[in-house]
């Protein structure tokens, strides 16, 4: 039974467009079922609370931090970095993947303000201390990375996942599972008994 895995994709998103395009495919060919942005654009409080609920029903968490911080909500902190925060709370299995060249990034796609510069800076060395963080350069070498990174946390830390309605088990399929291991149990302890008879009346 092929299970599928939802994915959620959390970054900055006008910057890491294609970027996050190349993520999205890598994640379809693995056959998982990614959950990002583009969907719910978070710009207010009142959408963090419906996000951090798609969060909750997500069974991997992917973080990609390159030169922006992200929009900034009422705490003070980027919506990037309250959903990082969030996941890690709810001890979803996260994959990190941080830009390794910061300063190389254009200035199109990097922080203009010496305030938020410093947030990203405090974030990246959060974010670092993950023991899935890897470092990236270009799209294609993220996609990759997060490919091979996927693989291996679904084998190492495997989760729910999704099956197809077809597949699910009822619950009438689990009484019947259950009462056929019964009665397994049943018939064991019945020829071990007979067995310890038949070693009596030999002896």
């Known amino acids: 039974m092929n299970k599928k895995y939802t994915v ?3 970054s900055t998103y006008d910057d890491l467009r294609e970027e996050r395009r190349e993520v999205i495919q890598a994640l379809l060919e693995l056959d998982c079922i990614p959950c990002s942005m583009e969907t719910f654009p978070a ?7 419906f996000i951090k609920s798609v969060i909750d029903e997500c069974d991997y968490y992917i973080l990609i931090i390159a030169g922006r911080y992200g929009s900034i909500g009422k705490n003070g902190k980027s919506f990037t970095e309250m959903e990082y925060r969030y ?3 709810r001890r979803i299995p996260i994959l990190t993947f941080i830009h390794n060249n910061i300063g190389s990034i254009s200035l199109d796609k990097s922080e203009k303000s010496e305030l938020n ?3 990203l800076e405090s974030f990246i060395k959060y974010a670092s201390k993950d023991k899935m963080a890897k470092y990236w350069n270009g799209k294609e070498d993220l ?3 997060v490919s091979r990174a996927m693989s291996s946390a679904i084998k190492r830390h495997p989760a729910v996942g999704w099956v197809r ?3 699910a088990i009822d ?3 689990i009484i019947k599972i259950q ?3 019964e009665e397994n149990l049943l018939y064991k302890e019945k020829r071990k008994n007979n067995k310890e008879k038949d070693k009596l009346k030999s002896g």
């Open 117 to 119: 510069r410093k947030k």
């Open 179 to 181: 009462n056929l291991y």
């Open 43 to 49: 710009d207010d409080n009142e959408q963090f609370e």
């Open 8 to 10: 959620f994709l959390s």
């Open 143 to 145: 996609a990759g990375k």
């Open 171 to 173: 619950e009438n399929t």
């Open 165 to 167: 309605g077809n597949y």
């Open 87 to 89: 996941a890690r709370q």
